[in-house]
């Protein structure tokens, strides 16, 4: 009967929102952004350095739901050592599985966040780190909020 | 002049449960009969709604009410000869009766329809506040309120250079201090504007005792009842405020309707609101002259099966007692944070007795979005998020809480699965 839930919070999941893995703060990154949801108050800033187009180094810090720490934890642990091309590439694969559980090729550990699909009211939660990645690879440097959700998806 | 037919709140009463048993200990699950939607599963379990601080129920009573004024006697109001027309008006004033008697008004003419608690806020703000409140002037408010009763006022503060004070709470507990109100009453305060229940604290403030204390100061008062009016009985005259706001669709009736009660020499003295339609005497092409309240403040055709719904919600809710709903509201508050006090990793707000019906909490180490998530799963409907209180949030120091609020068709046997839920909650995340 609970067969979504335990879609939803995978072990991997609940893992990773216990203990995040790169969490902190990059003091040589070149590139941050921050993430929030005013609706719940989730809340983080991504760090990134990027030399040339290749992402190699990138952490985070801040405070959410179950959900979009893990998300945030396993994109830090994604993109590392990737280029701006992959981690633009990869996040459209996120935004597709997380919103209609369409996996299209090889994510990895992401394939957790399969899940998230049935639940349209944390799709929210489990994009907004991404949402921030984009917004720091690309140097603007800005807060990007769920509730602009249109410019956004 | 024509009956309006669609009122017979009275007899319609008789056939639902809830006057069934006017004199005796009223059965609080019985009535749930009365709310068509309650019975239905949710993720293959019995509905258990605990979100009635957002919105309430409707009884089959109100839901007919608007149904047989579509059916049988629409029309706009005001305005025609025909019977239609008559009808329709007939109820509307009828409705308008009803709310002055449901807050002990002086008069109908102190009841002004709006579309909620916030319309009636922005309506003093905009109304009363553009031409009483001048710069320097101070409104004072508390830390508890709901956005809706510190937007308005800010764009006041901006428009007219005034300031804005909070009465501050004794932190989770979630109390004013009665002892500290001097102080903040100041000779340059011009209003206070407070809530009665706190709809993420559950604190029951003592506002007929602010409402006398900053009355003989001469400091105009506004009450915001938006979680009280459905859950105890209200008497302005009690209350002695200036202004009461409330929604209707928190006390059983439908949503984009709410009053706004106006002491009438307030209301004399404040300018329209919104101008149009229904609200004038005479328009010329540059001028024009306005009723008297409250059809000044009512531009345009008002929310008439709104209002003689409303009418029905007030029925309802007083064919089973106020008083008798008040007691069961504390009851169920206070069974409630006992039980969930009890849990280990928990935090509570707000104050552990004396509370409204609703219970905030956070669980150590779960999202208060996680916990409604699960809990949504088991057939639980909790509200999760910052429940339009986000300075309280800074203040408490937490982004979020969920929060559980109850009406009086809950009962104890359903808080007993609500905190069971929680448990198996904390279980799942390993808590
Ligand atoms: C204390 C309080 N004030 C005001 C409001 C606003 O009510 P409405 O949205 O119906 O205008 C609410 C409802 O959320 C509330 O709980």
């Given at each position: 009967?609970?067969?979504?839930?335990?879609?939803?919070?995978?072990?991997l999941?609940?893992?990773?929102?216990?203990?995040?893995?790169?969490?902190?703060?990059?003091?040589?990154?070149?590139?941050?952004?921050?993430?929030?949801?005013?609706?719940?108050?989730?809340?983080y800033t991504?760090?990134?350095?990027?030399?040339?187009d290749?992402?190699?180094?990138?952490s985070?810090?801040?405070?959410?739901?179950?959900i979009?720490?893990?998300s945030?934890?396993?994109?830090?642990?994604?993109?590392k050592?990737?280029?701006?091309?992959?981690?633009?590439?990869?996040?459209?694969?996120?935004?597709?599985?997380?919103?209609?559980?369409?996996l299209d090729?090889?994510?990895?550990?992401l394939a957790?966040?399969?899940?998230?699909?049935?639940?349209?009211?944390?799709?929210?939660?489990?994009?907004?780190p991404?949402?921030?990645?984009?917004?720091?690879?690309?140097?603007?440097?800005?807060?990007?909020?769920?509730?602009?959700?249109?410019?956004?998806? | 002049?024509?009956?309006?037919?669609?009122?017979?709140?009275?007899?319609?009463?008789?056939?639902?449960?809830?006057?069934r048993?006017?004199?005796q200990?009223v059965?609080w699950?019985?009535l749930?009969?009365?709310?068509?939607?309650?019975?239905?599963?949710v993720?293959?379990q019995?509905l258990?709604?605990?979100?009635?601080?957002?919105?309430?129920?409707?009884?089959?009573?109100?839901?007919?009410?608007?149904?047989?004024?579509?059916?049988?006697?629409?029309?706009?109001?005001?305005?025609?000869i025909?019977?239609?027309?008559?009808?329709?008006?007939a109820?509307?004033?009828?409705a308008?009766?009803?709310?002055?008697?449901?807050?002990?008004a002086?008069?109908?003419?102190e009841?002004?329809?709006?579309?909620?608690?916030?319309?009636?806020?922005?309506?003093?703000?905009?109304?009363?506040?553009?031409?009483?409140?001048?710069?320097?002037?101070k409104?004072?408010?508390?830390?508890?309120?709901?956005?809706?009763n510190?937007v308005?006022?800010?764009?006041?503060?901006?428009?007219?250079?005034?300031?804005?004070?909070f009465?501050?709470?004794?932190?989770?507990?979630?109390?004013?201090?009665p002892?500290?109100l001097?102080?903040?009453?100041?000779s340059?305060?011009?209003?206070?504007a407070?809530?009665?229940?706190?709809?993420?604290?559950?604190?029951?403030n003592?506002?007929?005792?602010?409402?006398e204390?900053?009355?003989?100061?001469?400091?105009?008062?506004?009450?915001?009842?938006a979680?009280?009016?459905?859950?105890?009985?209200?008497?302005?005259?009690?209350?002695?405020?200036?202004?009461?706001?409330?929604?209707?669709?928190?006390?059983c009736?439908?949503?984009?309707?709410?009053?706004?009660?106006?002491?009438?020499?307030?209301?004399?003295?404040?300018?329209?609101?919104?101008?149009?339609?229904?609200m004038i005497?005479?328009?010329?092409?540059?001028r024009?002259?306005?009723?008297?309240?409250?059809?000044k403040?009512?531009?345009?055709?008002?929310?008439?099966?709104?209002?003689?719904?409303?009418?029905?919600?007030?029925?309802y809710?007083?064919?089973?007692?106020?008083d008798?709903?008040?007691?069961?509201d504390?009851?169920l508050g206070a069974?409630?944070?006992?039980?969930?006090?009890?849990?280990?990793?928990?935090?509570?707000?707000?104050?552990?007795?004396?509370?409204?019906?609703?219970?905030?909490?956070?669980?150590?180490?779960?999202?208060?979005?996680?916990?409604v998530?699960?809990?949504d799963?088991?057939?639980?409907?909790?509200?999760?998020?910052h429940?339009?209180?986000q300075?309280?949030?800074?203040?408490?120091?937490?982004?979020?809480?969920?929060?559980?609020?109850?009406y009086?068709?809950?009962?104890t046997?359903?808080?007993?699965?609500?905190?069971?839920?929680?448990?198996?909650?904390?279980?799942?995340?390993?808590?």
């Amino acid at each position: 009967m609970f067969d979504d839930l335990t879609d939803l919070y995978q072990q991997l999941i609940l893992d990773h929102s216990k203990g995040p893995r790169n969490f902190r703060v990059l003091p040589d990154a070149n590139r941050t952004a921050q993430g929030t949801n005013p609706i719940c108050g989730d809340n983080y800033t991504l760090y990134a350095k990027v030399d040339g187009d290749m992402v190699k180094e990138i952490s985070f810090q801040g405070s959410g739901c179950a959900i979009s720490k893990a998300s945030a934890s396993l994109l830090t642990e994604s993109l590392k050592g990737r280029t701006i091309a992959e981690a633009k590439n990869l996040f459209n694969k996120v935004h597709d599985l997380v919103t209609t559980g369409n996996l299209d090729g090889d994510v990895g550990k992401l394939a957790a966040l399969a899940g998230v699909h049935k639940f349209p009211a944390r799709v929210k939660c489990a994009i907004l780190p991404w949402h921030a990645l984009m917004a720091a690879v690309e140097g603007k440097g800005e807060t990007v909020s769920t509730e602009t959700e249109k410019e956004l998806s | 002049m024509a009956q309006p037919l669609i009122l017979e709140p009275e007899i319609k009463l008789n056939t639902s449960a809830s006057s069934r048993r006017q004199t005796q200990p009223v059965a609080w699950a019985y009535l749930r009969e009365d709310f068509p939607i309650l019975d239905q599963k949710v993720h293959g379990q019995p509905l258990l709604y605990l979100d009635n601080a957002a919105t309430s129920q409707k009884p089959r009573a109100v839901i007919d009410a608007l149904s047989r004024y579509y059916e049988r006697d629409n029309a706009n109001v005001h305005r025609g000869i025909h019977e239609l027309s008559n009808r329709a008006t007939a109820a509307f004033e009828a409705a308008r009766v009803r709310a002055a008697k449901f807050l002990n008004a002086r008069s109908a003419d102190e009841i002004i329809f709006t579309r909620g608690t916030t319309e009636g806020i922005n309506l003093v703000a905009a109304a009363w506040g553009a031409k009483f409140i001048k710069r320097g002037d101070k409104i004072l408010l508390t830390e508890m309120e709901h956005h809706s009763n510190i937007v308005p006022w800010q764009l006041l503060a901006e428009r007219t250079g005034a300031q804005l004070v909070f009465l501050p709470i004794n932190g989770d507990r979630g109390l004013l201090d009665p002892g500290q109100l001097d102080e903040f009453l100041t000779s340059d305060v011009k209003l206070l504007a407070m809530t009665h229940i706190s709809n993420s604290l559950g604190t029951i403030n003592p506002v007929a005792e602010y409402c006398e204390r900053a009355r003989q100061r001469g400091i105009v008062t506004l009450i915001d009842a938006a979680q009280s009016a459905g859950h105890r009985p209200l008497d302005v005259q009690q209350i002695g405020c200036d202004f009461l706001a409330l929604s209707a669709h928190k006390m059983c009736g439908p949503t984009g309707i709410g009053v706004l009660y106006g002491r009438g020499e307030r209301l004399e003295e404040t300018p329209p609101y919104q101008g149009g339609g229904e609200m004038i005497l005479s328009v010329d092409f540059h001028r024009s002259t306005w009723k008297q309240a409250p059809h000044k403040f009512e531009a345009g055709t008002p929310d008439i099966s709104g209002a003689i719904a409303l009418h029905a919600a007030m029925d309802y809710l007083d064919g089973i007692g106020r008083d008798r709903i008040a007691q069961h509201d504390l009851e169920l508050g206070a069974y409630a944070f006992e039980k969930l006090a009890a849990l280990k990793g928990i935090r509570l707000f707000g104050p552990p007795i004396g509370r409204a019906g609703l219970v905030s909490f956070l669980l150590d180490g779960v999202h208060a979005h996680d916990v409604v998530t699960v809990a949504d799963q088991r057939g639980v409907a909790l509200r999760g998020g910052h429940h339009c209180n986000q300075p309280l949030m800074k203040k408490l120091g937490v982004e979020s809480t969920a929060r559980a609020s109850f009406y009086f068709y809950n009962t104890t046997e359903e808080i007993d699965r609500f905190v069971e839920v929680v448990r198996e909650i904390k279980k799942f995340f390993g808590t």
